[in-house]
């Protein structure tokens, strides 16, 4: 069995329905899979229609069991649908973090996960980890058992900055493991038609080219009707485009995730040993020196403290490594202030998202409506719509072509870089609306609206009227 751990400590970046709909799509592909709920939320039972009443026993339960291989899976799991079983969670997973919790006494305490899968792992081919949004002993019981970690960067403008975090958090790890952990970003919620979207995504793509998959999953409002309905979707919309976003990742995984098969290293009903995040470890005997996943350079971690658990906390080692820059894909070369990374007082990650928000602003700075993209009329009446670049099917409408959806397409630039339409319309103002894939939307890259009839509007200037002499969207509020 392969294990993938879906980790995020950043709330809203699409972690459960990421963990949900890839488990499922691989089910639908004939693969045997298994879903682990960490998260004592426990979103991914809502999300797969499973009721909470009818929970007796959950993957903690499984966690705290003496001889894991005596376990019998039928009394832990549910079976969603055919090849696809739930592990659950419930709220009192909660408690595994707490320093006094059922975990505190036992030595093999970040080992208890990756035993019960070991004794689970010929009934299955994949596991997927949905990970709680914090950083303690359930994240690193997941880290410990997993092949590959998946990071979702929701596109938005503090993305980065939990990306960084959660890379640390595996730095970290792979000190105490003595290997690494490869490890994948992806972004979500990704719509190509907002300059922030894709600002985040180049970002993302210049500074760390080897982690990043080269897929992302779309921001589909049919994602947010499945997990109301209890339904995959891969049971509510099949042939929509999230399930196919969704699938494409299925596949990747399947034909480039390493192969490392972690739990084949683990004997289930060994002897648990001492070897532990929380045995109080310092930092002349902690293991020296390691190299991350996917080729980066590991982060300089002197002096700074590991996450508290179980109220142990341990000092990472000290690097003996020159100090006087950062090497971090997420981070441009900048002197190393002491302590950024336990005061999270912003520092470096701020200073990314600093830098994208005054690059994003430049940029909408560059045209009058933003972004670079939007409506530019001429004196004369000539009116050039421009949007980012897009396989999907994007026409205009208006009232100057009777808002026929078919009537006036964008096509492709020379470059490939945006979609165009250009019209010659009389002076005045003109009202329109995208349409995307048959859907009908405003145009994000103009602000001027007119709220009445729920659409942009476009002014043409008169042939004495400058061009700049168009309303601006500081005039909306005169």
């Known amino acids: 069995m392969r294990v993938v751990a879906i980790v995020n400590q950043k709330g809203g970046c699409g972690k459960t329905t990421t ?14 899979s298994l879903l682990v709920d960490l998260d004592p939320q426990s979103h991914c039972a809502a999300g797969l229609g499973v009721p909470d009443q009818r929970i007796e026993k959950t993957i903690g339960d499984a966690m705290l069991a003496e001889h894991p291989a005596a376990l019998v899976p039928d009394e832990y799991l549910w079976e969603v649908g055919r090849n696809l079983h739930l592990a659950p969670s419930s709220v009192q997973l909660a408690l595994f973090e707490a320093p006094n919790g059922p975990l505190a006494s036992r030595f093999d305490r970040d ?3 990756a035993r019960v899968l070991s004794a689970w792992k010929d009934r299955f081919d994949w596991c997927i980890i949905d990970c709680p949004p914090t950083i303690g002993m359930l994240t690193f019981n997941a880290l410990r058992a997993a092949d590959l970690v998946i990071i979702p960067v929701e596109t938005g403008f503090f993305s980065l900055k939990g990306a960084e975090k959660q890379i640390q958090t595996i730095e970290a790890v792979v000190n105490r493991f003595g290997r690494s952990i490869p490890f994948k970003l992806l972004p979500t919620l990704v719509n190509d038609r907002r300059a922030l979207s894709r600002d985040v995504v180049d970002a993302l793509a210049r500074r760390c080219p080897e982690a990043l998959l080269p897929l992302t999953i779309r921001e589909h409002e049919e994602l947010r009707d499945a997990a109301s309905y209890g339904q995959s979707i891969i049971e509510f919309a099949p042939k929509s485009a999230a399930a196919d976003d969704f699938s494409a990742l299925a596949l990747w995984l399947r034909g480039h995730a390493p192969v490392t098969r972690v739990l084949e290293e683990f004997i289930v009903d060994a002897p648990p040993s001492i070897e532990t995040f929380a045995c109080g470890e310092t930092a002349e005997t902690a293991p020296r020196g390691f190299e991350c996943a996917n080729g980066f350079d590991a982060l300089h971690t002197e002096g700074v403290r590991a996450p508290a658990m179980l109220g142990a906390p341990i000092t990472i080692a000290k690097q003996h490594a020159p100090r006087a820059t950062l090497s971090h894909p997420l981070v441009q070369d900048a002197p190393v202030r002491e302590h950024d ?3 999270g007082g912003g520092g470096r990650a701020a200073d990314v998202a600093s830098r994208l928000r005054a690059l994003n602003e430049r940029t909408r700075q560059a045209n009058l409506v933003g972004g670079g993209f939007g409506p530019r009329a001429q004196a004369g009446g000539v009116v050039v719509f421009t949007m980012p670049y897009s396989r999907r099917v994007t026409t205009l409408v208006g009232e100057f072509n009777g808002w026929d959806p078919v009537a006036t397409p964008f096509t492709e630039s020379h470059d490939r870089r945006r979609l165009e339409a ?24 103009n602000n001027l609206r007119d709220e009445s009839l729920g659409a942009n509007i476009v002014v043409v200037p008169g042939a004495r009227e400058s061009v700049t002499d168009r309303p601006t969207v500081k005039d909306q509020f005169r």
């Open 19 to 32: 963990a949900i709909n890839l488990a499922a799509v691989m089910a639908r592909d004939g693969v045997r």
């Open 111 to 113: 080992r208890r996960l």
């Open 341 to 343: 990374s336990a005061t």
């Open 422 to 445: 250009t019209l010659l319309l009389p002076p005045g103002t003109h009202s329109y609306r995208i349409v995307v894939d048959g859907i009908e939307g405003l145009d994000e890259f």
